[in-house]
């Protein structure tokens, strides 16, 4: 097993009833590193995370944390993970200090140790200060989260699984949690889901998008541009008909297709487009088009794909890709039975 990574899953697949969850799912996630695990409400992101946790068993395929297999060592593999469920199930009428003394015991510290792993988990949450003594139930709901990660955080694991740590947030708490994951980076490893997607591109080294049960998208933002939006891309505001930017730039040998455009009144159009071979530079966009009558450029702006369209593209082509062959299929049944 490779000593560098934290987290290998291998053909992981989990049914429920008819319908699987998860099918032949694989992924690794290096030491030290932050991970978003994204898809679809239904994807099957949370099954993989409570397989990992242990609190759920696999079907068929295998799992490692920290190279220690979860289906055949469990509990070694739960001292070494910490866990924040998506609903974050904590006691209404305990003190914040009390409820993390009580966890750091039932996750074996050493009771010489758990005064200090208490605090530690406190600071590194920044509830020392705001929280210690506070009844859990009067808590909002971003210092309810925290305490969910303190809890995480007892005992220094090596794993960190975190479902949905910002939902119900607001924009704040929001970057008030991200700061705090930001923390953990290199300490330990990291992997989350979330839906908010721009902290997903702030805060993770790498996403992993899950869709219909299967993985299919991985790698940095960088990297799944390359593969799902490759090109580069332009937004263009001027006054003329699209038809004759798109003659204008062909004229000077860059090819392009529209993204999308849009008018913004008194003849003000807006265009996104995307060259269709190698990089051009905007100069030469500018230039093609300054050569060109009844066109008038007002600006132009290159576009980086954020990773909500990324996480689009790769959603998109999953589906194309599962409902094509099926489309196929019965189309050949049909015919068949004709």
């Known amino acids: 097993m490779d000593q560098d990574i934290s987290i290998r899953v ?8 008819a319908a ?6 694989s992924f690794t996630v ?28 696999a079907q068929s395929g295998s799992a490692w944390i920290g190279g220690i297999s979860i289906a055949g060592n469990p509990h ?13 199930p904590l006691p209404n009428d305990m003190r914040v200090v009390e409820y993390l003394r009580f966890r750091a015991r ?11 792993a208490v605090e530690e988990a406190m600071e590194t949450c920044d509830l020392a200060r705001t929280a210690r003594r506070k009844i859990i139930g009067t808590l ?22 975190m479902d949905e740590p910002t939902i119900g947030l607001d924009p704040h708490q929001i970057q008030s949690i991200r700061e705090l994951i930001n923390r953990l980076r290199g300490r330990m490893t990291v992997i989350l889901s979330s839906h908010i997607l721009p902290e997903i591109e702030r805060s993770c080294d790498r996403v992993v998008i899950i869709n219909r049960g299967r993985v299919v998208a991985a790698g940095t933002h960088a990297a799944l541009r390359e593969e799902f939006l490759p090109g580069d891309r332009y937004c263009l505001r001027f006054s003329g008909e699209k038809a004759r930017v798109l003659e204008a730039l062909k004229a000077k040998g860059i090819e392009s297709e529209v993204v999308r455009c849009e008018s913004l009144g008194e003849a003000l159009q807006e265009l996104q487009l995307v060259a269709n071979h190698a990089r051009v530079e905007g100069p030469a966009i500018m230039n093609a088009l ?26 998109k082509r999953s589906w194309e890709e599962t409902i094509e062959p099926q489309t196929t299929a019965a189309t050949a049944t049909a015919a068949a039975n004709d």
């Open 10 to 17: 291998k053909n992981l697949s989990r049914r429920f009833g």
């Open 20 to 25: 699987w969850a998860i099918k032949n799912i």
């Open 30 to 57: 290096a030491k030290g590193e932050i991970v978003g695990f994204l898809g679809p409400n239904g994807a099957g992101k949370s099954t993989t995370m409570r397989i990992l946790s242990g609190i759920l068993t």
């Open 76 to 88: 070694e593999v739960k001292r070494r993970i910490g866990y924040m469920p998506e609903n974050n």
């Open 106 to 116: 039932l996750k074996e510290v050493p009771a010489a140790k758990v005064r200090a």
């Open 140 to 161: 909002s709901k971003g210092f309810r989260q925290r305490v969910g990660i303190a809890d995480a955080l007892l005992g220094n694991p090596e794993v960190i699984i």
């Open 290 to 315: 300054s050569d060109a009558s009844g066109i008038c450029l007002h600006s132009l702006a290159p576009e980086v794909p954020n990773l909500e369209a990324i996480f689009l593209a790769a959603t």
